[in-house]
């Protein structure tokens, strides 16, 4: 039975996870207390880039299942679960900042009571939190709603960025932690048409959903790191990474994703997940030494990649190179922690004169960097005498390029591919000089 739902933040997660419950029939009220932001919503202007999320907006807008409003008031009255889908943002410590999640708790709280609902309400963690944050939610709601029913429910997200839409709409598994028989009911009801396929919902307790968030993401960004450390090795003795993973990803123990070698995972999730279980684990005494090591590795496989651009070119004081790539991965136009900012960062301190072209980050590029930067207006147009060609990005209209067209344009074919798209081979019988990922260096023109 469709429900009316509250979404309470409009950023990544909540926009993905209102607009897909309101798909599947549910009225949904997205909460924000940014003015600008909910009026451009309002109109089907989309804040944030992601493959079929503005048609879904925009169809569920006109069908009068999809609204946005500045008012919390008006959505904790109208609506039994309210999902928090908040920022929690990392520390200088990396500890999670906790203030939206808790401030949104006390002000729904108040409001409950203010307003003698007495309909239980049903709160829900969607943030990535961490452990024991449902009992701080939960303390939170006693404190200002003391005698008024709030249910706590931990409901992490595990949406990829690029396919987030295809993640919500099938699943692989939902995690829901709860004690609480009702909310259980609440939210199996609620994700029943995400689930017509057989995939499961796994019902568990708060602490574990929410541990299970952050042990995901930290041991994917693990098998990213492991890979980055062994083509280091692959390189030092001459074997190539992309067989390597051809080789153990064919085991069903292991399978094939996220064994890509590349520059280092970034994004809103692996840096900030990686950081806050890493505070967690060791003030409670029980420190992951493994996942320090795979935040160390993916800090050091981007400066080796750095180290090698400056190793082949000397002095970059001046000299023009050309970045293909600024998302933390394609099909997105988040920067968050992106692996090319990293680069840039380096580059610019040596003096480096850098171009820059990405499908859907440039925007976003140009607010952080201004006019430290060149911004071109397709790929091609920023290799015009470049020394060199960095792919930060794998985006797949980069992955078959008009070679001949670029080997006239640049100053000197030489290219650092961050996320080995190209053949080594076959590129260096195309006249270029071709550095990768964990194989070995191609027609050298040293």
Same mark, same amino acid.
């Given at each position: 039975?469709?429900?009316?739902?509250?979404?309470?933040?409009?950023?990544?997660?909540?926009?993905?996870?209102?607009?897909?419950?309101a798909e599947s029939g549910n009225t949904v009220i997205c909460v924000d207390?940014?003015?600008?932001?909910?009026?451009?919503?309002?109109?089907?202007?989309?804040?944030?880039?992601?493959?079929?999320?503005?048609?879904?907006?925009? /169809?569920?807008?006109?069908?009068?299942?999809?609204?946005? *409003?500045?008012?919390?008031?008006?959505?904790t009255k109208s609506c039994e679960i309210l999902f928090l889908c908040l920022?929690?943002?990392?520390?200088?410590?990396?500890?999670?900042?906790?203030?939206?999640?808790?401030?949104? &708790?006390?002000?729904?709280?108040?409001?409950?009571? $203010?307003?003698?609902?007495?309909?239980?309400?049903?709160?829900?963690?969607?943030?990535?939190?961490?452990? &024991?944050?449902?009992? #701080?939610? #939960?303390?939170?709601?006693?404190?200002?709603?003391?005698?008024? *029913?709030?249910?706590?429910?931990?409901?992490?997200?595990?949406? =990829?960025?690029?396919?987030?839409?295809?993640?919500?709409?099938?699943?692989?598994?939902?995690?829901?932690?709860? $004690?609480?028989?009702?909310?259980?009911?609440?939210?199996?009801?609620? !994700?029943?048409?995400?689930? =017509? $396929?057989?995939?499961?919902?796994?019902?568990?307790?708060?602490?574990?959903?929410?541990?299970?968030?952050?042990?995901?993401?930290?041991?994917? &960004?693990?098998?990213?790191?492991?890979?980055?450390?062994? $083509?280091?090795?692959?390189?030092?003795?001459?074997?190539?990474?992309?067989?390597?993973?051809?080789?153990?990803?064919?085991?069903?123990?292991?399978?094939?994703?996220?064994?890509?070698?590349?520059?280092?995972?970034?994004?809103?999730?692996?840096?900030?997940?990686?950081? @806050?279980?890493?505070?967690? *684990?060791?003030?409670?005494?029980?420190?992951?030494?493994?996942?320090?090591?795979?935040?160390?590795?993916? %800090?050091?496989?981007?400066? =080796?990649?750095?180290?090698?651009?400056?190793? =082949?070119?000397?002095?970059?004081?001046?000299?023009?190179?050309?970045?293909?790539?600024?998302?933390?991965?394609?099909? %997105?136009?988040?920067? #968050?922690?992106?692996?090319?900012? /990293?680069?840039?960062?380096?580059?610019?301190?040596?003096?480096?004169?850098?171009?820059? !072209?990405?499908?859907?980050?440039?925007?976003?590029?140009?607010?952080?960097?201004?006019?430290?930067?060149?911004?071109?207006?397709?790929?091609?147009?920023?290799? *015009?005498?470049?020394?060199?060609?960095?792919?930060?990005?794998?985006?797949?209209?980069? #992955?078959?390029?008009?070679?001949?067209?670029?080997?006239?344009?640049?100053?000197?074919?030489?290219?650092?591919?961050?996320?080995?798209?190209?053949?080594?081979?076959?590129? @260096?019988?195309?006249?270029?000089?071709?550095?990768?990922?964990?194989?070995?260096?191609?027609g050298s023109l040293q």
């Amino acid at each position: 039975m469709a429900q009316t739902i509250g979404i309470i933040g409009t950023g990544y997660v909540g926009l993905v996870t209102g607009t897909c419950f309101a798909e599947s029939g549910n009225t949904v009220i997205c909460v924000d207390v940014n003015v600008d932001k909910v009026n451009k919503l309002k109109l089907g202007i989309m804040p944030i880039y992601e493959p079929g999320l503005e048609h879904l907006l925009e /169809r569920n807008i006109s069908n009068g299942r999809l609204h946005f *409003t500045n008012d919390l008031e008006y959505a904790t009255k109208s609506c039994e679960i309210l999902f928090l889908c908040l920022p929690t943002p990392p520390g200088e410590d990396g500890s999670a900042d906790l203030n939206y999640v808790l401030d949104a &708790a006390k002000d729904i709280s108040v409001f409950i009571k $203010s307003n003698n609902i007495k309909e239980p309400r049903i709160l829900v963690n969607k943030s990535t939190v961490p452990v &024991a944050t449902s009992e #701080r939610v #939960r303390a939170v709601c006693q404190q200002y709603a003391p005698g008024f *029913t709030i249910e706590i429910v931990s409901n992490p997200e595990f949406l =990829r960025e690029g396919f987030a839409v295809e993640d919500f709409m099938k699943p692989d598994r939902v995690v829901v932690g709860t $004690s609480n028989a009702y909310a259980e009911k609440a939210m199996k009801d609620l !994700y029943e048409p995400f689930l =017509r $396929s057989g995939n499961p919902m796994y019902v568990m307790d708060e602490k574990s959903a929410e541990i299970t968030k952050y042990a995901a993401n930290c041991f994917l &960004a693990m098998r990213i790191s492991f890979m980055n450390e062994l $083509s280091g090795y692959c390189e030092a003795i001459g074997a190539d990474i992309e067989n390597v993973r051809i080789g153990i990803g064919s085991d069903t123990r292991i399978g094939k994703r996220f064994l890509f070698a590349g520059i280092g995972y970034g994004g809103s999730c692996f840096p900030k997940d990686v950081k @806050a279980l890493l505070y967690s *684990t060791d003030l409670v005494g029980t420190p992951l030494g493994i996942i320090h090591a795979v935040e160390a590795a993916n %800090t050091f496989q981007t400066d =080796r990649f750095i180290l090698n651009i400056i190793n =082949r070119l000397g002095n970059l004081k001046g000299i023009k190179i050309a970045v293909w790539g600024l998302a933390f991965k394609p099909n %997105t136009d988040d920067v #968050r922690e992106a692996p090319a900012y /990293r680069i840039i960062d380096s580059l610019l301190k040596q003096e480096a004169n850098i171009h820059v !072209y990405d499908p859907e980050a440039m925007p976003n590029t140009k607010h952080i960097y201004a006019d430290t930067l060149h911004y071109g207006s397709n790929s091609y147009e920023i290799l *015009t005498d470049a020394a060199v060609l960095i792919i930060a990005t794998e985006w797949n209209e980069f #992955r078959k390029p008009d070679f001949a067209l670029m080997k006239h344009k640049m100053a000197m074919p030489i290219i650092f591919d961050g996320r080995n798209l190209y053949e080594p081979n076959a590129i @260096a019988e195309l006249g270029f000089e071709y550095h990768s990922i964990g194989r070995k260096i191609v027609g050298s023109l040293q």
